[in-house]
């Protein structure tokens, strides 16, 4: 028989988690695998909540207070759930009785959950097509706009691989940008690839 793994998370203003702690205690969790986030729900990186789920195994049962306290939109939400289901773990609310998938009649429940999610989505969609659509028509283009020489993050870039304080590595984390990016930034600058040397910094090597 699987575990019971807690989750809580005490949003923004809120002082107190242990109302949600007692009742995760009493539905069967132990301390050892309640995991807390004490940050707002909007944020999109949440450590207690991605260690929750790593420590998940088939079998186990994710249990929160209510379904908001994982804290996501909708389709996020059931998403992440429909993924635990295909892993074998169950999905309870404790305070929402009907949100309850280790019953035929909560995976009833979840499944209109998942209908209107997918709706939502596509509503999503249909909009954000009629947006571009009705942009063309009055000659604007969608997507991001072009980045070129003169922008400042790739005279950055160039400056920085020009100095040779930095490896290739380093100066991609400073700007956060991928290698194939800051190559981009060489290339239309007419900059020369960096090839393959030491420096004080760390060797700067040109992939393959």
Known sequence: MGKSVGYA??????QDVDLQLDALREAGCQDEVIFVDKVSGARGQRLGLDACIDALEPGDT??????????????HLVTLIQELLE??????????????TTNASGESVFNIFSTLAQFERRLIQERTRAGLSAARARGRKGG?????????RVKTACRMHREHEKSVEQ???????????????????NEPAPASRSSASGPICLEK
């Not at 991001?144 to 400042?152: A, E, G, L, M």
């Not at 990016?181 to 290339?187: E, G, I, P, S």
């Open 87 to 100: 892993k074998g773990v169950a999905f309870r609310s404790l305070r929402d009785g009907a949100m309850d």
């Open 144 to 152: 991001r706009k072009p980045i070129t020489s003169d922008d400042p």
């Open 9 to 14: 998370r005490l949003s923004t203003g809120e």
């Open 62 to 75: 994710l249990m929160v207070c209510r379904f908001v306290r994982l804290g996501r939109p909708m389709p």
């Open 171 to 189: 100066i991609c984390k400073a700007l956060d940008i991928s290698r194939a990016t800051f190559y981009r930034h060489l290339a239309m600058a």
